[in-house]
């Protein structure tokens, strides 16, 4: 697939998500975040991806918390992919209803779903270094960006 209809690709499966216009509220917001122990893993113009690994009744658990200028909501699940040149980490949401917490004051949804992984998958996010995570809710994909430390 050529760059161009890469772009194309990632634009039209973006359209639904809202463009988030940071501002100093998103400091404040990623700090509190920061405060309970969950890194920022990822982000788009369209939301921030944080993430962390824990364990939860003797399970491993993927912790994320996305937020966006969408107010996401859902029966259906999501999934969650990380994407490292050949190798695809596909995960699909422990709950089927999920639904953000919409402030009107700061026009920003914040989504907190889990996954359930494996000690083996767990291990890829102490090691590995993924270029892109895609989260798919609704029939949508919103595409972010990992960061590199």
């Excluded at 509190?32 to 003797?58: C, H, P, Q, T």
Aim: glycine share 4%; net charge negative.
């Amino acid at each position: 697939m050529g760059f161009f209809k890469k772009i194309d690709k990632v634009f039209a499966s973006s359209e639904n998500f809202n463009l988030m216009e940071r501002t100093e509220v998103d400091i404040q917001i990623e700090e509190n975040i920061k405060n309970v122990g969950i890194s920022k893993f990822a982000e788009s113009a369209y939301g921030d991806l944080y993430l962390r690994v824990n364990e939860l009744g003797g399970f491993l658990i993927l912790e994320t918390i996305t937020v966006s200028a969408t107010n996401l909501k859902t029966k259906k699940g999501s999934r969650l992919t990380f994407i490292k040149d050949n190798e695809v980490l596909k995960l699909e949401s422990d709950e089927h209803k999920i639904e953000s917490d919409f402030s009107d004051t700061v026009k920003k949804s914040v989504t907190k779903i889990d996954y359930n992984i494996s000690a083996e998958e767990a291990e890829y996010f102490k090691e590995e270094k993924y270029n892109e995570a895609r989260f798919e809710i609704n029939g949508k994909e919103l595409v972010f960006s990992v960061i590199t430390s």
